[in-house]
């Protein structure tokens, strides 16, 4: 039972962090790519304010909601290990 439980929260733990790794990758190719977009644009007709702005909303955003998102997912994470801990340590024979 015990070994099952710290399986099971390892592997959620695995999947958790290879998630979170895969989507801060991810976004971070994403915003490479949209830095060379507004690079491009700003040699054309549109004002960098408004681009700036636009490279903000699009991409600091998001990624600052990727991270809560996953410093929460290792809070829960932390509080389900030391729930296992305690339950496999107790005796209920």
Not at 19 to 38: N, R
């Amino acid at each position: 039972m015990y070994q099952l439980g710290s399986c099971w929260h390892f592997s959620w733990f695995l999947g958790s962090l290879i998630w979170c790794s895969a989507g801060l990758l991810l976004y971070g190719i994403s915003l490479m790519m949209a830095t060379i977009v507004i690079r491009i644009l700003k040699l054309g007709i549109l004002g960098s304010v408004q681009l700036n702005f636009a490279f903000f909303i699009w991409a600091y955003v998001p990624l600052r909601l990727q991270q809560v998102h996953c410093f929460w997912g290792a809070i829960k994470v932390d509080v389900g290990l030391v729930a296992v801990e305690i339950l496999g340590n107790v005796d209920f024979g």
